[in-house]
């Protein structure tokens, strides 16, 4: 478990970490976003105890990183962006080497067997890391991170330099790290996070942006409540039996998809989910659905609504209040001033 408390990181004026409170339970995989400069890396290093913070606390299973860093570190598994690797050695010696600096009290031979199995290296394991490929250095980085078995893993791009199979097979492994291990994971490969993740933070000019499951990050940032259904059968019946379902607003048939078959973009209100009732009508009347897919937003256009200065107000879940309440969290442009927050305030309250 993380604990983050009030954690600041400043460099003269400049406040790159400002003020960031989060918790990461046991077993979660917590996906970690923010563009160049938004602080991601600097937290990552207060985390990882690589750098100290200005003020605040950064609790590793209940140990501070800054009072007692060596029993702290033994909790983490850190892979950098740049793995940390000696080229002159071989992977067996590499691995070997840091087994020891760990001070590792697993059994060395099955230990490091089972972490390069995990990590898909043993046919390169008397190999000399400078000859290896970007990909298996990546991986060779990977496996020092998980050797000693710790509880946490802090992952900086741990698919940079892979193919899509070895992305894939990476993707299984961090799923499969997150049953037993905390997980942060950070990437710029969007699809990834939303893949692998339980949750989100996305963090923004130092301060937390956002912070929940990109579905619920969906449902309070898009106003769009749509479905969009192929369906085969009779158009005007088709729109006039789609037209009396409880709670929607409107129905389109676009363009014919196939011989007899439309795609019907429908308009919902605000919380109202009609695909079960839209199914049973459909089949009542011997039609079939070929398709059916929401208009949500991906994690993408999550992320750049979120950084692009929108001044979006979200609603997120934070991971430390084991209450149902949610805390409204504004974000903006740093230039954004105290009294536009002010007004964009205003606005939610009225609405």
């Known amino acids: 478990m993380i604990e983050v408390q009030n954690l600041t990181k400043q460099y003269g004026s400049k406040k790159a970490v400002d003020d960031l409170s989060f918790t990461i339970q046991d077993g979660e995989i917590l996906?970690?976003?923010?563009?160049?400069?938004?602080?991601?890396?600097?937290?990552?290093?207060?985390?990882?105890?690589?750098?100290?913070?200005?003020?605040?606390?950064?609790?590793?299973?209940?140990?501070?990183?800054?009072?007692?860093?060596?029993?702290?570190?033994?909790n983490i598994?850190?892979?950098?962006?740049?793995?940390?690797?000696?080229?002159?050695?071989?992977?067996?010696?590499?691995?070997?080497?840091?087994?020891?600096?760990?001070?590792?009290?697993?059994?060395?031979k099955s230990h490091l067997e089972d972490v390069c199995s995990l990590v898909m290296i043993n046919d390169v394991y008397n190999r000399i890391i400078r000859n290896l490929s970007k990909g298996y250095k990546q991986r060779v980085g990977l496996a020092q991170a998980l050797i000693g078995n710790p509880p946490i893993l802090i992952l900086d791009e741990p698919t940079v330099g892979l193919d899509p199979k070895q992305i894939i097979e990476i993707r299984t492994l961090i799923k499969k790290l997150g049953k037993?291990?905390?997980?942060?994971?950070?990437?710029?490969?969007?699809?990834?996070?939303?893949?692998?993740?339980?949750?989100?933070?996305?963090?923004?000019?130092?301060?937390?942006?956002?912070?929940?499951?990109?579905?619920?990050l969906t449902k309070n940032i898009s106003t769009d409540h749509r479905v969009?259904?192929?369906?085969?059968?009779?158009?005007?019946?088709?729109l006039k039996m789609i037209k009396g379902i409880n709670g929607?607003?409107?129905?389109?048939?676009?363009?014919?998809?196939?011989?007899?078959?439309?795609?019907y973009e429908i308009e919902a209100?605000?919380?109202?989910?009609?695909?079960?009732?839209?199914?049973?009508?459909?089949?009542?009347?011997?039609?079939?659905?070929?398709?059916?897919?929401?208009?949500?937003?991906?994690?993408?256009?999550?992320?750049?609504?979120?950084?692009?200065?929108?001044n979006v107000v979200i609603k997120t879940k934070k991971a430390e209040d084991s209450k149902t309440e949610e805390n409204p969290v504004k974000t903006s442009t740093d230039e954004a001033s105290e009294d536009t927050a002010e007004k964009d305030d205003s606005k939610e309250d009225k609405e």
């Open 248 to 263: 929607v607003i409107s129905v389109v048939a676009d363009m014919e998809r196939e011989k007899g078959i439309f795609d």
């Open 180 to 216: 037993k291990h905390t997980v942060i994971l950070s990437s710029h490969i969007l699809p990834e996070i939303q893949a692998v993740c339980d949750r989100i933070i996305i963090i923004n000019g130092g301060k937390i942006a956002a912070d929940d499951t990109t579905e619920n």
């Open 269 to 310: 209100r605000e919380n109202t989910d009609i695909r079960r009732e839209l199914f049973k009508r459909v089949a009542a009347r011997n039609w079939v659905i070929l398709g059916l897919k929401t208009s949500e937003m991906t994690l993408e256009d999550i992320f750049l609504k979120i950084t692009m200065g929108d």
């Open 77 to 108: 598994g850190y892979l950098p962006e740049i793995p940390p690797l000696y080229l002159d050695m071989t992977v067996k010696d590499y691995l070997n080497f840091i087994y020891d600096l760990k001070k590792c009290k697993l059994p060395r």
């Open 31 to 74: 996906g970690f976003l923010g563009p160049n400069g938004a602080g991601k890396s600097t937290t990552m290093n207060m985390l990882t105890g690589y750098i100290s913070s200005t003020s605040g606390k950064a609790l590793i299973n209940g140990i501070d990183i800054l009072d007692d860093p060596i029993a702290a570190k033994k």
């Open 228 to 238: 969009i259904a192929r369906i085969d059968g009779p158009r005007e019946e088709v």
